[in-house]
């Protein structure tokens, strides 16, 4: 078996077993980059000199001591570049460490490379980075979703151990979901933000993709937890999530919502993920059908403030204190109209113009209070469900990946890829993506998702069954063409 074909929890077993050293993982994972990269463009750069000299110092008896974890070029790692892949934070150098690499750190993980994602953390499909889009490992024709497709293209195309995303509106779930592996969002709050790039800050939540789902709890163990430098980190004690993942689903009650099974998903997609409910049953939870009525409002509640607090967060990007700078300006207004003319592509710029215009006078209550209202209403929809029911079962996305290019010209339709993704953003909650089975199409082999949403705080119960599905099927082993 191919070192990097492996686990986190494989590695860390031979690592620890003294089978294979850290210095070798790191040198098999930049053999494997170089070898697939240039199909896939998943990394954006990695210091692979650097990885090799912090492999020889790390403690191998640490949780994660050894492993390399790729991280999203939204999050700061001290020393390395944090660009957002935009062109308006070209040359910035991280001078800190977030607190979620802080701690990788101080489990013994090794932080590795900059993975691709849409600018600024907007986008479906990791077509919107500055750098050229990222490509599904499965049919490199197509999109491996966003805006963390990055960090999902890497983990599936073993060429990335896990890797640390930021999931917005369904921006770790989703792609998770369209390149075959596991991607859990936390609750909001669970995780610290700080050092995370903000999009939306009261949507904003870091979270692992890993290859199964044993992996991904691992990874919430080391990155869990309050934090004195985010004011919105809770600070609820932390379980362990490794403990009760085998405890199976018998007994446990598991809503299917009407609104998440409508026309316009591809009908593959709900057989296929309606199969996986149905396994689910034969292993012992209860299925119920419930009602979250005001689904129909999320998707454009969640473009009303995301755009709202994106145009507020993205106002520090001016060209003056770091980062790319317009020449040849004979005013400091043209010097912030250039340099953010310049350096936004135009999707972030089409976020700030909504953003701004729904905050403006004489528009903030008609669009922005409304929708603070109607986020109310969908976070009391959750709340009722889950006094009936100990998880929600849906899909992760109304489609498998689709071509690169398809719907960059029609916002809507790109829009419309986290519609059963962002509502959990926008109520706080929690959720993971499962693999759940393929769509055949052109003759290539198409990962499904199935999402398993839980309230504030358990995510040790959609791990249970997220890790019973996952024991009791063969999807999580598939492996892409390319790998």
């Known amino acids: 078996m191919e070192v990097t074909s492996l686990t986190v929890h494989e590695l860390q077993a031979l690592i620890r077993a003294g089978q294979i050293s850290p210095r070798e993982a790191v040198e098999a994972l930049g053999r494997r980059i170089e070898e697939v990269d240039p ?55 991280a001078p800190y460490d977030a607190t979620v690499i802080a701690k990788l750190r101080a489990a013994g993980a090794i932080p590795f490379g900059r993975v691709n994602m849409d600018e600024f953390a ?22 491996p979703g966003g805006s963390s497709g990055g960090s999902a293209a890497v983990v599936a195309a073993d060429e990335g151990f896990a ?40 949507l904003d939540q870091i979270g692992p993709i890993t290859k199964d789902v044993r992996d991904a709890a691992i990874l919430m ?83 009303i403030i995301a755009p709202a607090e994106a145009s507020a967060n993205l106002a520090r990007f001016d060209g003056v204190r770091y980062g790319f700078r317009a020449k040849e300006t004979n005013s400091l207004l043209e010097h912030y109209g250039k340099t953010r003319e310049e350096g936004f592509g135009p999707e972030v710029k089409r976020r700030i113009i909504l953003g701004t215009y729904v905050l403006s006078s004489g528009y903030y209550d008609a669009y922005y209070l409304r929708a603070q209202k109607v986020r109310t209403l969908i976070r009391q929809d959750f709340a ?9 079962v849906c899909p992760t996305s109304p489609t498998a990946a689709f071509k690169l290019g398809e719907r960059t010209n029609d916002p809507l339709s790109m829009y419309l890829a986290d519609i059963f993704t962002l509502a959990a953003n926008i ?11 393929f769509l055949a199409r052109e003759g290539k082999q198409l990962p499904v998702g199935l999402q398993i949403l839980g309230q504030e705080l358990n995510e ?22 390319i790998a």
């Not at 191998?60 to 390395?80: A, E, F, T, Y």
């Open 163 to 202: 890797a640390l995303g930021s999931d917005t509106g369904g921006s770790i779930r989703q792609p998770a979901a369209l390149c075959g592996r596991v991607g859990l969002k936390p609750t909001y709050g669970r995780v610290s933000r700080y050092g995370l790039v903000a999009f939306a800050s009261s």
């Open 384 to 392: 009722a469900a889950f006094e009936k029911v100990d998880a929600i």
């Open 460 to 481: 040790a119960t959609v791990l249970r069954v997220a890790y019973a599905y996952e024991q009791n099927t063969e999807w999580h082993k598939a492996k892409p063409p």
């Open 39 to 93: 199909l896939i463009h998943g990394y954006l750069s990695h210091d692979l000199e650097r990885a090799v000299s912090e492999a020889q110092q790390v403690d191998v008896r640490l949780p994660l001591g050894g492993v390399p974890i790729s991280i999203k070029d939204v999050i700061n790692v001290k020393g390395h570049p944090c660009g957002c892949a935009s062109k308006i934070l070209d040359g910035y150098v």
């Open 221 to 303: 163990n080391v990155i869990s937890g309050p934090d004195k430098f985010d004011s919105t980190s809770l600070s609820d004690q932390v379980p362990n999530f490794t403990a009760n993942l085998d405890q199976g689903v018998k007994g446990l009650k598991l809503g299917l919502p009407k609104e998440y099974f409508i026309e316009g998903i591809d009908p593959e997609v709900d057989k296929t993920v309606r199969a996986a409910v149905a396994r689910l049953e034969e292993l012992g939870a209860e299925v119920f059908e419930i009602s979250l009525p005001h689904t129909e409002f999320a998707l454009s509640t969640y473009y």
């Open 427 to 437: 109520a706080g909650i929690c959720g993971v993506s499962v693999p759940c089975g």
């Open 122 to 143: 907007m986008g479906s499909s990791t077509e919107n980075s500055a750098f050229g889009p990222t490509r599904n490992p499965w049919d490199i024709t197509r999109i």
